[in-house]
């Protein structure tokens, strides 16, 4: 640390005399979910370290209202932490000794911090990496000191934004769940009309090409009004009071996707254990192998293979089902986004599927986990348990 004629450190000088000035409520924008007084130091330049005191309620010399305060870090003219209490510290990963001297830039992992120049004006959401490779959001204020130094005051809000991103993810899905019904029975009623319509040409064609090629449509308009269903019906429950034949849907979804596949140039095998009628929605079980086939065969290159397997454990009362396919799989960062809405790496992808499956399967008490290896293809898996 350096120091002046009179044996006083730098940082003691820029510190100097402090008043306290109340600044609003940082993070008024969460809607409540928090309140979080924040205090704003603001250091005169003076020429050395003095006791001097500053009033909150008791007597206290400058450095003890620095520490007392949430987070604090003393920035000088040049960009460099000349202060920093422990809390402060913690929040960015390192000791008060390791941020001293440092570049705000290099403390805060970007850059160019860009923090605010003018007396009192605060910003929010800045993202920083600690030392340790964690991201986390800060709110933060900034006072400059007389051309000298800044006093930063911060708090770390990254649980808050996570909540409010999650909340903004939640009324995102239950407005795509309000609509999606009306837009799809539009859209049904006609496809129904054309398959309707295919059938009676099939019994008055005889056989030959143009049977052939009838059969062929008509398996199209299925695998479409399969696909309608596989988006419309994860809006539902999957839990149902009634009893449902789950074997019998998960054979029926992978009978129309074994075209998919075989167009695709995949191999497609499923096992299906026979099961006891379950409280499930056929319906949704369907939806569910429709989502996890066709993203698996779309992950896939001519000559890989997507295997599906389900069943019952009675031994646990778990109903299973897995989807593992050998295509292109997921890198760390699409892993950790994949059933997030709206989020694809597809060009003509929704970015719907995998997070209305999530949903569907997470309030009947499930778990839905995907895992994966780059290069060596995923495992998507739900796991439901069964009461009574």
């Not at 870090?73 to 040049?78: K, N």
């Not at 999650?166 to 899905?173: A, F, I, M, V, Y």
């Not at 779309?298 to 299973?320: P, Y």
């Amino acid at each position: 640390m350096d120091r002046d004629d009179d044996g006083h450190d730098e940082c003691a000088s820029l510190v100097g005399v402090a008043r306290v000035v109340r600044v609003p409520n940082l993070l008024p924008p969460l809607g409540g979910l928090v309140n979080v007084p924040t205090f704003l130091v603001s250091a005169a330049h003076g020429p050395r370290w003095k006791e001097e005191t500053v009033r909150i309620g008791i007597e206290i010399p400058d450095r003890a209202v620095l520490d007392a305060l949430p987070t604090a870090v003393v920035v000088s003219a040049g960009g460099r932490v000349r202060y920093a209490n422990h809390r402060a510290a913690k929040v960015l990963g390192a000791s008060v000794t390791e941020l001293v001297g440092q570049p705000l830039g290099d403390v805060m992992g970007v850059p160019d911090p860009g923090l605010p120049a003018a007396d009192g004006e605060r910003g929010e959401g800045r993202v920083i990496r600690t030392v340790g490779g964690e991201e986390r959001t800060l709110g933060y204020t900034s006072t400059p000191v007389g051309g000298a130094a800044e006093v930063i005051v911060f708090q770390d809000i990254t649980r808050f934004i996570n909540i409010q991103r999650e909340r903004d993810k939640l009324l995102r899905l239950a407005a795509i769940g309000e609509a999606l019904p009306s837009l799809l029975h539009e859209l049904k009623n006609p496809l129904a009309a054309i398959m309707t319509s295919v059938e009676v040409l099939l019994e008055e064609v005889s056989a030959g090409p143009v049977q052939e090629d009838l059969h062929a449509v008509l398996s199209e308009l299925r695998r479409m009004a399969l696909s309608f269903e596989g988006i419309g019906a994860v809006h539902r429950k999957l839990r149902a009071k009634r009893l449902g034949p789950v074997d019998y849907a998960c054979r029926e979804a992978c009978r129309v996707l074994e075209t998919r596949a075989k167009n695709a140039g995949v191999e497609f095998k499923y096992v299906v254990d026979d099961m006891p009628l379950l409280p499930i929605d056929p319906s949704v079980v369907r939806a569910l192998v429709f989502n996890f086939i066709t993203n698996a065969i779309h992950a896939c290159e001519r000559g890989s293979a997507v295997r599906l397997a389900a069943g019952f454990n009675e031994a646990t009362g778990v109903c299973e089902l897995s989807v593992v396919d050998t295509g292109s799989g997921m890198s760390p960062d699409v892993l950790d986004k994949a059933t997030d809405l709206f989020f694809t790496t597809k060009v003509s992808g929704s970015g719907i599927g995998l997070a209305l499956c999530r949903r569907v399967v997470e309030e009947a008490g499930g778990e839905l986990t995907i895992k994966s290896v780059p290069g060596f293809g995923k495992q998507v898996r739900i796991a439901v348990p069964i009461s009574g």
